[in-house]
């Protein structure tokens, strides 16, 4: 296989994710971004944070101003240094990461500065301008598109595809235990930045087993299967991905090989990880059985559990440090943190090994990254 158009992962680190009005409820989504980055580059020789020269950065619920920019400036980056803040919505740190390397590639940067920040707990309020009635949300369709909430239409896949209240519950556990196991092995340590003397992610329910998922009542619709317990919660957090021009025998955690956003239909929004992940396989004549570990966001455990059954995707190789159903999906951050995830695992391999990450996105798109380990190398 060969990966003529690949980019190194530097380094990837993220904060501890809190719940909204949680641990890091006080601090502005900037804050986050420079306490973060100050710390990572505490640790790193290999690139410092003057070597910057263009950030990109994930965010959702905190536009407006470019936040990207109040950032890298709030970190103490050089005012001469560009930044652009991605919403793709729940794919927007793997769209900041994506854009990061096509300017590599094209030749624009060397080192450049990617991943997301998102603050719910500050998040904007939206008002109608006309009616001056507060709003939960922007719009996700247009036209003759419905817009329905996620939580609606992950109901409706479900009944779509069979899937019972105990099988998504069973997932949700799953995920949960896998958290569980990573805690207790100390397996997170090594790619969380503390935040104030905060190590531990505030999500992840320990104490949760099938009977306590069973009792609780559906959030969306009145005879659905999606729960509280089994879909992802609303979270603060923020992620850093360094990326830069790859050279051989590089110093790097890992290294990007290729991704693939694609588009779906909006109501069928939970499929996009399917469709973005089997072209991102055929683009590089690839088939699952190559890779080693895939982490995929779990928006709702319907979403998840379709995936992988659609991609024939083992227990064993899926989120192996457990899900968003446990940690949470700080939006404009996930897009990092599924990366940091992935770079964790794929890097406990004592030979090249390859992942992927891969979200579904309200409004109707999927993206899929292909990753290799620190040690990976082209076959």
């Not at 239909?265 to 499929?271: G, H, I, R, S, T």
């Not at 992940?277 to 683009?283: I, V």
């Not at 446990?326 to 404009?332: N, R």
Request: with cysteine; charged share 20%; hydrophobic share 40%.
């Amino acid at each position: 296989m060969i990966f003529d158009k690949k980019v190194s992962l530097v380094d990837a680190k993220r904060l501890p994710i809190g719940k909204v009005n949680g641990i890091l409820r006080s601090a502005a989504p900037e804050e986050l971004y420079a306490e973060l980055i100050a710390n990572q580059f505490e640790k790193l020789s290999s690139v410092r944070i003057d070597d910057g020269e263009q950030v990109f950065l994930g965010n959702v619920m905190n536009l407006g101003g470019n936040l990207a920019r109040r950032c890298m400036l709030a970190a103490g980056i050089k005012p001469s240094i560009p930044a652009q803040t991605i919403d793709c919505q729940c794919a927007s740190g793997l769209a900041a990461v994506i854009d990061g390397a096509a300017a590599i590639l094209a030749g624009n940067a060397t080192t450049v500065f990617t991943g997301g920040i998102e603050s719910n707990s500050q998040a904007n309020l939206i008002v109608d301008r006309v009616t001056k009635i507060p709003k939960m949300r922007y719009p996700m369709t247009a036209g003759d598109f419905v817009d329905q909430d996620v939580g609606v239409l992950a109901d409706q896949m479900a009944e779509r595809f069979g899937l019972s209240r105990q099988e998504v519950d069973e997932f949700a556990f799953k995920s949960q235990k896998k958290a569980s196991v990573a805690f207790s092995q100390g397996l997170l340590k090594q790619e969380i930045i503390p935040y104030h003397g905060v190590t531990q992610d505030e999500c992840p329910r320990f104490d949760t087993n099938m009977g306590k998922l069973s009792k609780l009542k559906p959030a969306f619709t009145s005879s659905g299967i999606c729960t509280a317990g089994n879909s992802c919660p609303i979270n603060d957090g923020a992620s850093s991905v360094i990326l830069r021009k790859f050279r051989k025998n590089d110093n790097a955690a890992g290294y990007l090989l290729g991704s693939q956003l694609v588009g779906c239909q909006p109501e069928e929004f939970v499929l996009g990880p399917i469709y973005a992940t089997r072209k991102l396989l055929q683009r590089f004549n690839l088939t699952l059985e190559q890779v080693d570990a895939v982490e995929m966001n779990e928006a709702f455990a319907v979403q998840a559990l379709i995936c992988q059954r659609k991609l024939k995707i083992p227990d064993e190789k899926l989120n192996i440090l457990g899900g968003a159903l446990a940690y949470g999906h700080p939006y404009g951050a996930t897009g990092g943190i599924l990366i940091t995830h992935l770079l964790n695992v794929l890097n406990r391999f004592e030979r090249p090994a390859i992942g992927i990450v891969t979200l579904c996105v309200a409004g109707g798109l999927g993206v899929s990254m292909l990753i290799g380990n620190n040690v990976w190398s082209e076959k």
